[in-house]
């Protein structure tokens, strides 16, 4: 149930039209970008249900440009970001996107956009980090919180965190990578997520 949440959320938040970003609040943009992925499920479900890579496309295609991916990685690394190398960072990187990627793609797939109500926003878009929270009404009719927060860039607003009933996804994958990198070592850890990667899509060619 959790992660068909998390699915939800993530899914909904891509953001659209980013060259106008900064003549949109955080809300119009969030809710452009859920309506658009809403579009775009509909007219692709059946092929994406068959086929692993064609969702994986589609979900990149929105969410690559429109997450700060660098931002939200060291946020996870934290204290482990400042001794990483540059190599490692850039694998770290890209491992901890596929990660999120895919752990999620396939509660993509019941995204829904009348299950996501935008709630009026309450921060002051001149701050360089920004919430805008949501409302998701599961399929019982349960109402879960969902906060997403963002960061200003020179392009517009990124996401780089979902904060579900509280519960930060980039704090709760911090504290879950902090143990395996101080039990074993932050390569093993990038190793871990890069074949995680590989296994999902079936060969070292895989993104």
Do not use: C
């Not at 993509?108 to 805008?132: A, K």
């Not at 963002?150 to 392009?155: F, H, N, S, T």
Request: cysteine-free; aromatic content about 8%.
């Amino acid at each position: 149930m959790k992660d068909l949440i998390i699915a939800l959320v993530i899914a909904a938040i891509p953001i659209a039209a980013l060259a106008q970003a900064d003549m949109q609040s955080p809300n119009e943009v969030v809710a452009e970008a859920a309506k658009q992925l809403d579009q775009a499920l509909s007219e692709r479900k059946q092929e994406l249900a068959a086929d692993k890579e064609a969702l994986y496309g589609l979900i990149d295609e929105i969410l690559l440009p429109r997450f700060d991916r660098k931002y939200s990685a060291q946020l996870v690394l934290g204290r482990h970001w400042r001794t990483a190398t540059e190599q490692q960072r850039e694998r770290f990187i890209d491992a901890f996107y596929g990660n999120l990627l895919r752990r999620y793609a396939d509660g993509v797939l019941d995204f829904d956009l009348s299950q996501v109500e935008i709630l009026p926003f309450r921060g002051n878009t001149s701050d360089p980090r920004v919430t805008v929270r949501t409302m998701v009404t599961l399929e019982d009719g349960t109402d879960v919180p969902v906060d997403y927060a963002m960061v200003r860039r020179e392009e517009g607003w990124l996401l780089f965190d979902v904060i579900i009933e509280g519960i930060s996804y980039v704090r709760n994958f911090r504290a879950e990578l902090d143990s395996e990198i101080q039990a074993k070592s932050l390569d093993a850890a990038i190793e871990r997520l890069e074949s995680e990667a590989r296994s999902d899509t079936g060969g070292e060619g895989a993104q």
